[in-house]
């Protein structure tokens, strides 16, 4: 169970951008949050990212600033440092902080590479100390929805599904654009939704990617088709990602999954909607009902919990049968984006201290989790959409 912690902890937060700015937001509420210092280029930036939290948190002290993050990770009142600078600074300064003997929580991907964030990996367990990134959609009770009518089959086995993602274009000139800063979309943005495949459909048993330049030389719209596997079964997966939106248009993001009696959508980069339609027994309409009945309206970070209770505790397997099947359609709508945004990032800091407090926890989304992500998102990632590997032109 992810449960408060009764603790109180010093967070550095290295890296004073946007996310930065959200991060200390959503965390001020939590008694086992308490920002001690903040590292950013600008003073700006770092005002913004501390005038966040004394919004949400009433007994803010001083909050001590640097320049570099490498300032911040030798403060030695910090315990806990959150490394939300761009990709290429993930590995190295997580590193020095790991050396210096402090936790570390990750912004994704955790490094460029697999291999470099497994190195951290091994050297956190060497230093004793605690290493995660920051993946968070597993922990939004929708997507927990979605991976128990999976995993129950109660539309029988999945066929087939695609991710959606269709988002804002990012400035020119961001170090978003650089690949050598960013690794490219899949790495950088992908592996949250890898983290989300892997966890409904199985493992990658292969994978390949693309990537389209225009003509500014950036590469705005990537994907891959994974075959996953679990127990046997494949399932092809294809995944798109297009950050090519106008700023004043809506953005979207949906998964649709097919199975043999039916269909499973759900909707929004922060899931704000899931629909189940299909054929059913009477008895596996009840358990659905049951499951979708248990997905609390209001955030919480506490939610994921809940479903996860109602499944164990409602929801035992259904026996095969021949009964007559009935249609069946439902759809649950959460309201509030921003708010289970906010909840999500809080439980997710949550299981990272508690991964602190006894190492042999397993935290929902592990930092081998989060290396098998990176390492499907390096397979996926091509060097050169000019490749013509049918030799078709």
């Not at 030695?76 to 402090?102: M, Q, S, Y």
Request: aromatic residues 8%; hydrophobic residues 40%.
């Amino acid at each position: 169970m992810i449960s408060s912690s009764s603790f109180r902890y010093h967070v550095g937060i290295a890296g004073a951008g946007a996310f930065a700015e959200f991060l200390a937001g959503a965390l001020a509420p939590l008694p086992s949050f308490h920002l001690a210092a903040v590292a950013g280029r600008t003073d700006e930036k770092r005002q913004r990212v501390i005038d966040a939290y004394r919004r949400r948190q009433a007994q803010a002290g001083d909050v001590r600033e640097y320049r570099e993050a490498e300032e911040l990770i030798v403060d030695p009142h910090v315990d806990i440092v959150i490394l939300t600078t761009p990709p290429h600074l993930h590995a190295p300064l997580a590193k020095r902080a790991l050396e210096e003997g402090k936790h570390v929580l990750l912004e994704k991907p955790g490094g460029l590479t697999a291999e470099a964030l497994r190195a951290n990996i091994q050297l956190a367990a060497r230093q004793n100390r605690a290493l995660a990134v920051n993946l968070v959609l597993r922990y939004h009770p929708l997507a927990e929805a979605v991976k128990q009518l999976i995993h129950r089959a109660f539309l029988g086995p999945v066929d087939y599904a695609s991710l959606h993602n269709a988002a804002h274009r990012v400035a020119e000139g961001h170090w978003f654009w650089d690949e050598r800063r960013s690794g490219g979309i899949l790495i950088e943005h992908g592996v949250h939704f890898f983290e989300v495949g892997r966890d409904w459909f199985g493992e990658a048993a292969s994978a390949r990617g693309f990537a389209l330049r225009e003509p500014d030389g950036t590469r705005p719209r990537v994907g891959a088709t994974v075959i996953h596997e679990s127990n046997g079964w494949r399932i092809p997966v294809h995944y798109y990602h297009g950050f090519t939106m106008d700023p004043a248009a809506s953005e979207s993001t949906h998964w649709d999954i097919h199975t043999a009696r039916g269909r499973i959508v759900l909707e929004g980069w922060i899931p704000t909607q899931l629909s189940v339609s299909g054929l059913v027994s009477t008895d596996e309409a009840a358990h659905m009902d049951a499951l979708l009945d248990a997905i609390p309206k209001q955030p919480s970070s506490r939610a994921i919990e809940q479903v996860r209770q109602a499944a164990n505790r409602l929801l035992p397997s259904v026996p095969r049968s021949d009964a007559p099947r009935i249609p069946y359609e439902r759809t649950v709508v959460l309201s509030d984006r921003h708010g289970w945004y906010e909840a999500i990032a809080q439980t997710r800091f949550l299981d990272f201290c508690r991964l602190i407090e006894n190492p042999s926890w397993r935290v929902l989304v592990t930092a081998e989790d989060a290396a098998a992500d990176l390492a499907l998102a390096e397979a996926c990632t091509v060097a050169d959409e000019e490749t013509d590997p049918l030799g078709i032109r």
